[in-house]
């Protein structure tokens, strides 16, 4: 049986994935290879919150992809540094951060509440950050979306990669807030809730090291990704 740490790497390691192989374009549009620019293509026919959700996705792609391609020379500093700005503007952390703890977040102290956010926030930007040398001419497509609520957009991803003979999917789930559409959730498979794996790990953790543990164990992992 894996221990809950290998498990918690492993899910992370998925958001990761999902994060650093999601770049695309719209519709028809040409795919990004070796230089190309996401652009959307405005179909009449898509709504306009619609679109504001795909700008989201399109534009975390271009600011992954970016860094992707000079992610040796910036380091690790170097690309935590020119992420965290757009992880925090097409991400919804505190949300994200609430729900992953699951059902005893109201059961911690407002000091917990904050230093459980910082921590998931530092977290989460530094496994996007945790690239290195992974790009390889992908490409990549959005190529469609769905609305399960209202204020919700699933925005669907694809993507191809050479060499692989079965395509990736992402989906990624963007909720409109006060601060515009962000996304709060990813899967990938399109059945699988990164949302809903961390929060299992994370409730493995807590019942085993309590809540100290579990923020040294993010912390520690966090660390490790700090290249020497």
């Known amino acids: 049986m894996r221990n809950p740490g290998c498990r918690l790497a492993m899910a992370f390691g998925r958001l990761a994935l999902c994060l650093l192989v999601t770049s695309g374009c719209m519709g028809d549009g040409a795919p990004i290879g070796t230089g190309g620019t996401e652009m959307p293509v405005v179909d009449e026919e898509v709504p306009s919150d619609v679109l504001a959700a795909q700008a989201v996705v399109l534009r975390l792609h271009a600011d992954v992809l970016s860094v992707m391609r000079e992610a040796t020379e910036l380091g690790y500093l170097g690309r935590f540094a020119r992420l965290e700005k757009v992880a925090r503007e097409t991400f919804d952390l505190p949300l994200m951060a609430r729900r992953t703890f699951g059902p005893g977040w109201h059961d911690l102290t407002p000091e917990q509440q904050q230093l459980w956010i910082e921590t998931f926030e530092r977290f989460h930007i530094s496994s996007i950050a945790d690239i290195r ?71 493995t953790l807590l019942e085993r090291r309590g809540f100290d543990g579990l923020i040294e164990e993010m912390n520690s992992r966090v660390a490790r990704r700090r290249e020497p």
């Open 133 to 203: 040398d992974r790009y390889r001419s992908q490409q990549y497509r959005l190529i469609g979306w769905q609305r399960p609520m209202q204020d919700v957009v699933l925005v669907k991803s694809i993507l191809d990669y050479p060499g692989r003979a079965v395509d990736i999917h992402i989906d990624y789930r963007v909720r409109s807030t006060a601060l515009g559409w962000r996304i709060v959730d990813l899967h990938q498979p399109p059945t699988v809730s990164e949302v809903a794996m961390r929060r299992a790990e994370y409730q």
